[in-house]
């Protein structure tokens, strides 16, 4: 009984570190998210020429 007591507490151990893992990669991404959008809001607003139209004149 020990034995199996030990197995399914190493598998039980090996998840939550899986989903530990899974949560911090998680984190880091919606922080890369976040900064990636605020960079595309600066820029937006630094580089639109006025008018709101692409410089260029044609469709694309």
């Known amino acids: 009984m020990a034995y199996l ?4 507490s190493l598998v039980w151990v090996g998840i939550f570190l ?4 899974l949560a911090r990669r998680s984190r880091a991404l919606e922080r890369q998210v976040a900064e990636l959008v ?3 809001r600066g820029s937006a607003r630094t580089q639109a020429p006025a008018g709101g139209r692409r410089a260029g004149g044609g469709p694309s």
């Open 18 to 21: 899986y989903l530990y893992g």
């Open 5 to 8: 007591f030990w197995a399914y």
């Open 38 to 40: 605020e960079r595309s």
